[in-house]
């Protein structure tokens, strides 16, 4: 069993910051990835950022690169998601994720939501212009 609790969302003006935290406990893999995701009602959820332990590689999707970078802390099973700039646009409900996978995963893995069996119960972002 993996435990996921996110936290760090709340409420910011467009151009602000907010800092996501995501700590994991149970079981862990020998080489893994940690993802975060990002789901707006009415929408799918979809792909924001994610970090490979095994790979050590980072991984981002368009819209948020620049603005929002990944990092973790291995010791603590943590990972975080430094948000920057923000936009109304990145108003969603963040969840994080976690699931073994090979050191040379594919990037196309790694975007899909469905490739991950282990998620977090989310936190709130909204952005107000």
């Known amino acids: 069993q993996v435990q996921l609790v996110e936290s760090g969302g709340g409420l910011v003006q467009a151009g602000g910051s907010l800092r996501l935290s995501c700590a994991a406990s149970?079981?862990?893999?020998?080489?893994?990835?940690m993802g975060w995701f990002r789901q707006a009602p009415g929408k799918e959820r979809e792909f924001v950022a994610a970090i490979s332990w095994g790979g050590d590689t980072t991984y981002y999707a368009d819209s948020v690169k620049g603005r929002l970078t990944i990092s973790r802390d291995h010791a603590k099973n943590t990972v975080y998601l430094q948000m920057n700039s923000l936009k109304p646009e990145d108003t969603a409900d963040y969840y994080c994720?976690?699931?073994?996978?090979?050191?040379?995963?594919?990037?196309?893995?790694?975007?899909?939501?469905?490739?991950?069996?282990?998620w977090g119960q989310g936190t709130q972002v909204t952005v107000s212009s």
């Open positions: 149970g079981r862990t893999f020998s080489s893994y990835v």
């Open positions: 994720a976690v699931d073994a996978f090979p050191r040379k995963v594919d990037t196309t893995v790694v975007r899909a939501a469905g490739s991950y069996h282990y």
